[in-house]
C-alpha cells in the first residue's frame, strides 16, 4: 500500500542534542509538510516542500530547519532542542491539483527531550 | 483569512448514543472542509471531507457531516457511538488556490462510555 513513513516513531534525546526525524512516501506527492503537535493541541505547520521548494512558516523557529533530498525522502533537523520541543511531529503529503490538497499523514515520531 | 473553531474541548457519551462534535469556520472563499481523526500515538486519519457539490458528506466508520454555508458550520454525527470511536477530532479548512496549508481547529476529545 502506498503510505507515509517516519522513522523512528519514538525518539529521545538530550538538551541542545542535534536530532534528525526522517518521513518517506510511497506516493509519489510533490508537497511535503512537517506539523508540530505538542500535547492536547491541534497540529502547528513548521514548513511544506512544494517539490524542491522550501516554504516556510513566519513563526517557525531558527531552531528546525530541513531537507529534501529528493521527492520521497524529507528529514527535519532541530539543531539545539529545548525542553519546549519535546512534542509529536507529524509528516504528511499531499499532491498539487486544480482543487484541494488532501494531504495524508504519516503515523508521526514523538519526541522526548531530556 | 481562514479559522476553525470546535466547540467542546471534551464530548462524553454512551456507547450507542448519538455522536455529535461541532465545528463552525470562517473564510472569505468557498472553503474545503475536512474531519480528522488521530489515535493516541498515531497520525491523523481522514474520516471525511467537503469539497463541491452535495452538502451531506458520508465518512468512514459511519460518520458523516454536513456542510451548511449559511450557519458556516460543518457538524460530524455518528448515530450510534462505538468503544473504539474514543479518540481525538479535529475539523479543518483549506480553500483552492492556496498553498494547500490545513487550517486546524483546537480538538475535541471523544469519551464513549460502556
Known amino acids: 500500500d502506498a503510505m507515509v513513513i517516519q522513522n523512528p516513531r519514538y525518539q529521545v534525546t538530550q538538551f541542545g542534542k542535534p536530532v534528525t526525524l526522517s518521513c518517506s512516501q510511497t506516493?509519489?506527492?510533490?508537497?511535503m509538510y512537517w506539523y508540530q503537535q505538542k500535547s492536547s493541541q491541534a497540529p502547528k505547520l513548521l514548513f511544506h516542500?512544494?517539490?524542491?521548494?522550501?516554504?516556510n512558516e513566519a513563526d517557525t523557529p531558527d531552531n528546525f530547519q530541513s531537507r529534501r533530498p529528493n521527492t520521497s525522502f524529507c528529514f527535519l533537523d532541530i539543531r539545539s532542542p529545548g525542553l519546549g520541543d519535546a512534542a509529536m511531529y507529524l509528516c504528511?503529503?499531499?499532491?498539487?491539483?486544480?482543487?484541494?490538497?488532501?494531504?495524508?499523514f504519516g503515523p508521526g515520531t514523538r519526541l522526548t527531550v531530556l | 483569512a481562514q479559522s476553525v473553531t470546535q466547540l467542546g474541548s471534551h464530548v462524553s457519551v454512551s456507547e450507542g448514543a448519538l455522536v455529535l462534535l461541532r465545528c463552525n469556520y470562517s473564510?472569505?472563499?468557498?472553503?474545503?472542509l475536512f474531519w480528522y481523526v488521530q489515535y493516541p500515538n498515531q497520525g491523523l486519519q481522514l474520516l471525511l471531507k467537503?469539497?463541491?457539490?452535495?452538502?451531506l458528506v458520508k465518512g468512514i466508520n459511519g460518520f458523516e457531516a454536513e456542510f451548511k454555508k449559511s450557519e458556516t458550520s460543518f457538524h460530524l454525527t455518528k448515530p450510534s457511538a462505538h468503544m473504539s470511536d474514543a479518540a481525538e477530532y479535529f475539523c479543518a479548512v483549506t480553500v483552492l488556490g492556496g498553498t494547500g496549508k490545513l487550517i486546524f481547529g483546537q480538538g475535541t476529545t471523544l469519551q464513549v462510555k460502556p
Open positions: 473564510s472569505s472563499v468557498p472553503p474545503y
Open positions: 506516493l509519489n506527492h510533490n508537497v
Open positions: 516542500y512544494y517539490d524542491k521548494d522550501f516554504n
Open positions: 504528511a503529503t499531499s499532491i498539487e491539483g486544480p482543487t484541494y490538497n488532501e494531504q495524508f
Open positions: 467537503y469539497t463541491t457539490g452535495a452538502t
